[in-house]
């Protein structure tokens, strides 16, 4: 079950953190936040600690639309390099994955931690 997690901390005491995680590319902080959900080995960031000017919406894929969650992937955009497909929201999630919905995810090229 999804959970809310500072480095494998389990949160629940509503004071916070100090340290937080951060998602990296091309040595550019794209999300920053104490504020974070683990689930199925990713953390999900909240949508308002997201650059969001780094990020163009992808095109959706035959698989993007037959995700049950509602899947939108991101390509992330740093001094015009672009990481295709390197972040995601799960617009509609299913109650399984609702913690995480409206959050960003980020693989492959971005390092979080």
């Not at 005491?13 to 340290?19: F, L, N, T, W």
């Not at 992937?73 to 390099?81: A, H, T």
């Not at 999630?93 to 995810?105: E, I, K, L, Y």
Request: charged content about 25%; some cysteine; overall charge negative.
């Amino acid at each position: 079950m999804p959970g809310r997690f500072i480095f494998g901390i389990p949160r629940g005491d509503g004071r916070g953190y100090a340290a937080g995680m951060r998602a990296t590319v091309d040595g550019q902080t794209i999300a920053e936040s104490d504020d974070i959900v683990e689930t199925g080995g990713y953390a999900y960031f909240p949508a308002d600690a997201v650059r969001r000017e780094c990020l163009e919406m992808a095109p959706k894929t035959p698989d993007d639309h037959a995700c049950p969650h509602g899947v939108q992937f991101y390509d992330v955009v740093v001094d015009g390099r672009r990481h295709v497909r390197a972040a995601w929201c799960y617009e509609r999630p299913r109650p399984a994955m609702a913690a995480v919905g409206g959050r960003f995810g980020f693989w492959e090229d971005v390092s979080v931690g």
